[in-house]
């Protein structure tokens, strides 16, 4: 069972609360959670600003936050080729910009909507246990984020730079995403 909280205190971008339920449902459902307690904050670029200052000590604006709270795992081992989140109870919040995701679908000809998608699954693959610190983590990361964006159409590429990209099925530009 998820239960699933969004708290909308940006003007920016309307945004389809159910469908941004079901991202979440969806991306848990993929991962094995087997229950979670999910907040989703969707603001503005001064407020996860200064969450990012206050809690990350990053003195920047970000896309995407994400704080687990709690997370137990089922007392049965997880086959290594499971996803991180199998078996496990989640609570947790994703922040997001959709200043960010504004820009950043401007800058690349982006559907915002889509951006605020990729900066959602990103968020909650961090809940799940997945990191992005080494190249291995990344690009572990990065093939479960293509397995999920996939369920949306979204199509992920990644240059070989490292930075993050995404591109959807119209073959639009490509966009990133930070960790």
């Given at each position: 069972m998820f239960e699933i909280e969004i708290a909308n205190s940006q003007d920016s971008l309307e945004v389809d609360e159910s469908f941004l339920q079901d991202v979440v449902q969806r991306?848990?459902?993929?991962?094995?959670?087997?229950?979670?307690?999910?907040?989703i904050a969707l603001v503005d670029n001064a407020t996860i600003r200064e969450l990012n200052r206050t809690y990350l000590?990053?003195?920047?604006?970000?896309?995407?936050?994400?704080?687990?709270?709690?997370s137990e795992e089922q007392p049965d081992h997880?086959?290594?080729t499971s996803p991180r989140g199998a078996g496990k109870r989640l609570d947790g919040e994703v922040i997001i910009s959709t200043d960010m995701a504004i820009r950043t679908a401007e800058k690349f000809h982006w559907s915002p909507h889509e951006e605020v998608v990729?900066?959602?699954?990103?968020?909650l693959?961090?809940?799940?246990?997945?990191?992005?610190?080494?190249?291995?983590?990344?690009?572990?990361?990065?093939?479960?984020?293509?397995?999920?964006?996939?369920?949306w159409g979204l199509k992920p590429i990644y240059d070989d730079s490292t930075a993050q990209k995404a591109v959807s099925d119209r073959s639009g530009p490509a966009r990133r995403v930070s960790g």
């Amino acid at each position: 069972m998820f239960e699933i909280e969004i708290a909308n205190s940006q003007d920016s971008l309307e945004v389809d609360e159910s469908f941004l339920q079901d991202v979440v449902q969806r991306t848990l459902a993929e991962e094995r959670v087997t229950s979670a307690q999910i907040s989703i904050a969707l603001v503005d670029n001064a407020t996860i600003r200064e969450l990012n200052r206050t809690y990350l000590n990053h003195d920047e604006e970000t896309d995407v936050l994400s704080f687990l709270l709690d997370s137990e795992e089922q007392p049965d081992h997880r086959p290594v080729t499971s996803p991180r989140g199998a078996g496990k109870r989640l609570d947790g919040e994703v922040i997001i910009s959709t200043d960010m995701a504004i820009r950043t679908a401007e800058k690349f000809h982006w559907s915002p909507h889509e951006e605020v998608v990729l900066y959602l699954v990103h968020g909650l693959l961090h809940l799940a246990g997945y990191d992005d610190r080494t190249d291995a983590d990344k690009q572990c990361m990065r093939s479960r984020e293509r397995t999920i964006l996939n369920l949306w159409g979204l199509k992920p590429i990644y240059d070989d730079s490292t930075a993050q990209k995404a591109v959807s099925d119209r073959s639009g530009p490509a966009r990133r995403v930070s960790g």
